[in-house]
């Protein structure tokens, strides 16, 4: 059975929780990271040495990088729909991981440190100020993508990178600041809370 190594209020590895379950792969979560077991061991170093969770193992096969974990477990369930059929279907849904994994993440680091975790090394108010305007720039970007793709962050059908992105505003949406509105991500948001393992790994755990 596969093994994944991360915590579940994580959200990098609701990621990888949520893509097993659309999917239909069983696995074995084992509680890794800040609050359980730790991750700056030589053996765990050894299978991630960037000393972060999730990790993914399958039969000796270790993974690490959460959006590449959900692009290898839609290829071993033989879910390629879930990364589109064509190349430039694909190409649309690995641009928008890809933009979650760099712009979009960058942009929240600092506010989400300041106003969740409180980390005392995260005070400058302007930075905050910063932080929260750049992420909101970032969401109106989905959101002008949404009011012209349809159901779906890349159109009518439901795909990796609706996983992604519906854990980050999730964490958007959580985070205590003013946002402006938003009615396409809200209603997309909305379609995303009646998949049933969205409720279960992506709208839960800590933002
Ligand atoms: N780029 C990595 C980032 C992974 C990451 O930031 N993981 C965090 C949890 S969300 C972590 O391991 N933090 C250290 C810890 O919890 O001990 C990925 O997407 O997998």
């Known amino acids: 059975m596969l093994k994944i190594l991360g915590k579940s209020t994580s959200i990098n590895v ?22 359980y077991k ?34 290898y ?6 879910r390629e729909d879930l990364l589109s059929g064509t190349p430039r279907g ?27 975790r409180r980390n005392p090394d995260y005070t400058s108010q302007s930075d905050i100020n910063a932080s929260i305007a750049d992420w909101n720039r970032c969401i109106l970007i989905l959101e002008r993508e949404l009011e012209q793709s349809g159901l779906w962050v890349t159109g009518q059908t439901f795909t ?4 992604v992105l519906g854990l980050s505003v999730n964490r958007w949406k959580m985070t205590p600041f003013e946002r402006p509105d938003v009615p396409a991500v809200d209603a997309w948001f909305a379609r995303l809370g009646q998949r ?7 709208d839960n755990g800590t933002p």
Not at 51 to 68: A, K, Y
Request: hydrophobic share 40%; net charge negative.
């Open 73 to 78: 477990l839609v290829g071993k369930a033989g």
């Open 160 to 163: 990796l990178a609706d996983i």
């Open 38 to 71: 730790p991750t700056d061991t030589p053996e765990f170093l050894a299978l991630n040495p960037n000393g972060q969770v999730p990790v993914l193992i399958d039969e000796g096969f270790v993974l690490w990088e959460s959006n590449t974990i959900c692009r």
């Open 90 to 116: 694909r190409a649309r849904v690995e641009k928008w991981m890809d933009w979650q994994a760099t712009e979009l993440n960058s942009a929240w680091r600092y506010a989400f440190n300041a106003l969740v």
């Open 14 to 35: 609701r990621k990888v929780l949520w893509t097993c379950e659309e999917v239909g792969l069983d696995y074995q979560l084992e509680q890794y990271g800040s609050g």
């Open 196 to 202: 049933p393992a969205f409720r279960r790994h992506g």
